[in-house]
């Protein structure tokens, strides 16, 4: 009886969509905590593929329970869609299936213009899904919930108050046209007959599953590094992706958590603005942009990439308290004859192994790499550990001492059976 945690170790994007679908079949119930429809979680199935934002990834699989807690931001209409592209080619989703808190706040299209405005401003680079903005309102106690939908006078209400400001915050700062409640309260209403079976009180449910001997596993969005308290501030989303978010986006029984699960690339990469202090020089970028298909599942924004880096890992474990790490990715480094990996950096003139969450302070920080032999190999098709190239081995036990972490699995491809348990 445990709940365990997939969590992407890095700036997001590290291949969770896939490792969830990989370790479903081991699961009942797949839970998504934080975070919206800025997320892009990519599972492929045979020659299919497809692109979650706000479905957890375990939907493939039959039999299990999937749940968007009471964390998640909702973009009604982005799920609904989801949902029913998802039916459209045949997966099966009900009720029986998914389960939506009725916590769960709402995006709304204001939140996503001032999104859009804000970054007109001041450019975090954004996905432009209204992600800060209605969390924004859930903190600010104007948020619309999940359970407000039902009811046209709490709809109507709830409306009206989150109008007031945000219209005077469009028009006056960015000379944007105002929205009126008509607008908002259509988006909404449309959605709602087809969405009100999903809703339930996720607290019982998923306490009550787990009392039951269900094995639960959550999915992180994003990644440790843009968590809005850990992470690279303020190049960061507005949620907690960190273990931490796990327990106040589901109401789980925190005596419920075992295993948690980090997620790195075997290289790193970031998408939007901030410090990235092992960031290739463009060629190299480019090369590795190319062979790993670095480009946002969400906005199709290119992906900036790096080498591996250490210190940021070994923060990312210590901060959530990593049990195993899992390392995708790793045929992409395949077209490079070496292999880098920050162990350092140099700060203010001294060597430091800490990794510093202020975007500012962490620009300040210069790399030291330790470099690697390559493997020069097509792992693709390797389906035991024990067959990968001694200097793929070397390069991974390198990274399980440095951090003081086992790494469990590895992966190969992008493919459902592309993992190799370590
Ligand atoms: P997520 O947001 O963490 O779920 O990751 P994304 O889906 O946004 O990005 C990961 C990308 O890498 C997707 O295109 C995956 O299909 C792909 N991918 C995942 N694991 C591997 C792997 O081991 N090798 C390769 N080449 N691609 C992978
Ligand atoms: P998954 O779950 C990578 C980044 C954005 C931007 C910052 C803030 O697929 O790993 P936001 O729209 O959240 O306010 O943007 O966070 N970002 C992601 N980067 N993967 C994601 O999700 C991301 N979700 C947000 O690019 O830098
Ligand atoms: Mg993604």
Redesign the pocket.
Known sequence: MAADVII?AQ????G??KIVDALSEKYDVIVRYQ??N????TVIIGKEKFILHLLPSGIFHKNKINIIGNGVVIDVNGLVTEINELKSKGIKISPKNLIISENANIVLSCHKQI?IAREGKKK?????????PAYIDKYARIGIRMRDIFDDDILKEKIKETLFEKNFILKNLYNYSEITEEEIYNEIVNHRKFLKPFITDVVYEINNLFKKGKKILFE????VL?DVDFGTYP?????N?SVGGVLTGSGIDYKALKRVFGVSKAYQ??????PFPSEMDEQTAEKTRQRGGEF????G?P?RCGWLDLVALKYACILNGITDLIITKLDVLSIFNEVKAVTHYIYKGKKTDKFISDSYELSKCIPVFKTFKGWKTDLSNIKKYKDLPLNVKKYLEFIKKFIGVKISFVSTGPERNQILKV
Do not use: C, F, M
């Not at 700036?11 to 590290?14: M, Q, S």
């Not at 190049?235 to 949620?239: A, E, K």
């Open positions: 992407g700036w997001g994007d590290e969770k969509g975070g919206g800025n997320a892009g979680h999104d975090i680079g954004t996905t432009g899904r209204g992600i800060g992180g969005a994003q990644g843009l190049y960061v989303t507005s949620s992706p990469t970031r998408v939007g603005n901030g946002g599942a969400t906005t924004r992906r």
